[in-house]
């Protein structure tokens, strides 16, 4: 769970991804690995809304860290096919955010070990009483680092797509801001 304005301010950022991948799929279907994309996009949101604001069971994570590990496998066919540096970059992004997204969940716990009363937080009751009372782990801290790194290019990367291909703005600036919400998330968790 997030403090207060940041679980505001995410949460109005995620709406906006996943009414983004939900309109793109509804308004003007797209085919093929676009779907997948607007698809993991628009599930990515409201499972970034409910890690936000409520504390899950242990099943629920890794229920989700199934359904987005199943979405980054369904991007690589399109990777091995990409013909241009560009799209390449694209999907290397998108698995990076499943990477993270995957990381996030996974390691909730570890990151939040500093929490006074976090006993089962996200339903990783075990996963905490790994980490020495009041402080996460080194090794932690350093992966999660390295995932910050990874959503902070992905927001350098979907801006400058913005800016250069007019027809794919809305969704370039749709991934942007997703990448912007989770390593926000991800520099929180452990704060």
């Known amino acids: 769970m997030v ?3 940041w679980d505001l301010l ?29 698809l993991n996009h628009a599930v990515m949101s409201a499972a970034m809304i409910l890690m936000i604001w409520v504390i899950v069971s242990d099943v629920a994570v890794w229920a989700q860290v199934a359904l987005f590990a199943v979405l980054a496998l369904a991007l690589l066919p399109a990777l091995r096919g990409a013909s241009d540096r560009a799209r390449r970059a694209d999907l290397l992004g998108h698995l990076g955010l499943n990477a993270a997204m995957i990381w996030m969940l996974a390691a909730m716990p570890l990151l939040m070990a500093d929490v006074g009363g976090l006993e089962g937080h996200a339903g ?22 390295l995932f910050v790194v990874v959503c902070a290019a992905g927001v350098l990367w979907w801006l400058v797509r913005a800016t250069a291909v007019r027809e794919h703005r809305l969704p370039a600036l749709g991934h942007g801001l997703m990448a912007a919400g989770m390593g926000t998330m991800l520099v929180l968790l452990p704060a």
């Open 124 to 145: 990783h009751g075990s996963a905490v009483a790994i980490a020495p009372a009041g402080h996460p782990p080194g090794w932690a801290i350093a992966v999660n680092s």
């Open 10 to 38: 995410l949460t109005v950022a995620f709406v906006l991804t996943g009414t983004a991948g939900i309109w793109i799929l509804v308004v003007c279907p797209p085919s093929g690995t676009e779907t997948v994309l607007h």
């Open 3 to 5: 403090d207060p304005p």
